[in-house]
């Protein structure tokens, strides 16, 4: 299959995950606000947003394995892909036990005191369980890599997707039918656990010399990765600041049902983020593959269809969020969340600057070469999060909106600053990229 092909079924495939999640998505907060109630949403859009921040305790490895494993594929040399895929599962299992332990204990002892003995009791159990399925989502995210790394990403794409939008199906069956938080999250377990059995059995079968186990697994391929693990995990730690850290800071500095607010209009403020990285995430493979080839020709094609896409989706996307963001949300929570259309203009001014940065520093990501960046991303994330919470408290949805639009635009100028200075691409190619106008492999 060439590359145009395969970056075509995985677009298509990243397309049909969206639609169905976009449907998921419109349905989730109707049915939990109705069922839940819009303070206890807000709570548990608080609650949720723990298994993004413990998933980032695989210090990046996963992501950074799957560019290594993508590399060495490409040049045959299964030996460096074997030993990168067992040292990194070994390594994500050692940190997952570790996390499941401590939280259990930290649970247990924070139940005799005082000042915590409520909040335990009603959410321990539940932050447990949050874990632990952290863990399943870091042994899922690494064996989608090896499936990716390996030319199989449609297909390991639609299973992982699939099963993915079922677990959000689960919590909003659970909802409906009058069950709370904790069955909610072991609906997640169960349905984490199938997706993690259905993408290994597609290794097992796609790619019979990739298999789970230790004994390829070796201390100096995780030293190896190490410096670009930990620079890979700037990108998500970046998202889960900005993403559900602003949630969190929302409904501390205002209210829960504020935090309803902004995790609605963010919601709908995505959806042309999402159709663009239907592309994006389709090309990394192939940009990974392209690198280790050395093949400008097909880097710059790349690159030119990122582009392509920001312009014909993103931009046009960003206005119509504009003039209609505010009424669309209002429909779509059946008038019980009323978004102001300044605070709407401020999140479309983040929409664009974000979508740019994080789809240029996956392509960085892609080649290794994103160490650069990471330093930017981590700071200006959580500088952003500390000045949204007196901004928060002072100007309520506008104070956080525009510290999300600042760090988003300082974030996009660190990112394609580093793309410049690290000359991926000779300027002569990607302006022939983007003259071209079919595009033959």
């Not at 930290?106 to 369980?129: D, E, F, H, K, M």
Request: aromatic share 8%.
């Amino acid at each position: 299959m060439t590359i145009r092909r395969r970056i075509v079924s995985g677009t298509a495939v990243n397309a049909a995950a969206l639609v169905l999640s976009a449907t998921v998505q419109l349905l989730s907060v109707p049915v939990l606000i109705s069922n839940w109630g819009v303070d206890k949403y807000g709570i548990w859009l608080m609650l949720i947003t723990i298994p993004t921040y413990f998933a980032l305790s695989d210090f990046g490895f996963a992501s950074a394995a799957t560019s290594d494993m993508t590399i060495h594929a490409a040049k045959g040399q299964r030996g460096f892909v074997r030993a990168t895929f067992q040292s990194v599962w070994l390594l994500l299992n050692a940190i997952s036990l570790g996390l499941v332990g401590l939280v259990a204990v930290v649970a247990q002892a924070s139940s005799n005191w005082r000042a915590l003995a409520w909040w335990t009791n009603q959410y321990g159990g539940i932050l447990v369980g949050l874990v632990l399925f952290c863990a399943l989502i870091m042994n899922t995210r690494l064996i989608l890599g090896a499936l990716r790394a390996t030319q199989n990403y449609a297909l390991g794409t639609a299973i992982h997707e699939t099963l993915a939008i079922l677990e959000t199906c689960g919590v909003l069956l659970s909802a409906w039918a009058g069950y709370g938080f904790e069955e909610a999250v072991e609906v997640m377990i169960a349905l984490r656990l199938l997706n993690l059995g259905m993408l290994y059995l597609v290794l097992r079968y796609n790619v019979p010399w990739l298999r789970l186990g230790v004994a390829h697994a070796s201390i100096t391929h995780v030293k190896r990765l190490l410096a670009p693990s930990l620079a890979a995990m700037a990108v998500p730690l970046a998202l889960a600041l900005n993403v559900q850290g602003m949630v969190v800071v929302t409904g501390l500095a205002i209210s829960a049902s504020a935090a309803a607010t902004f995790a609605s209009v963010r919601t709908v403020s995505r959806v042309a983020i999402q159709v663009v990285g239907a592309i994006n995430r389709a090309s990394m493979p192939e940009f990974s593959a392209a690198g280790a080839r050395d093949n400008r020709k097909s880097l710059a094609k790349i690159v030119g269809l990122n582009l392509a896409s920001v312009v014909v989706v993103l931009i046009p996307g960003a206005v119509l969020f504009t003039l209609f963001g505010s009424r669309a949300v209002e429909i779509w929570t059946n008038n019980k969340v009323h978004p102001e259309p300044i605070f709407v203009l401020l999140i479309a001014i983040s929409m664009i600057a974000h979508a740019l940065w994080y789809y240029t520093s996956n392509l960085l990501l892609a080649s290794n070469t994103h160490g650069r960046v990471a330093p930017v991303l981590v700071t200006v994330s959580i500088l952003s999060v500390l000045a949204a919470f007196p901004a928060g408290a002072t100007f309520g949805l506008y104070g956080i909106g525009l510290a999300l639009a600042l760090a988003e635009i300082i974030c996009l100028l660190g990112v394609l600053r580093a793309a410049v200075n690290l000359d991926l691409l000779r300027m002569e190619d990607l302006d022939h990229a983007l003259r071209v106008r079919v595009w033959r492999q």
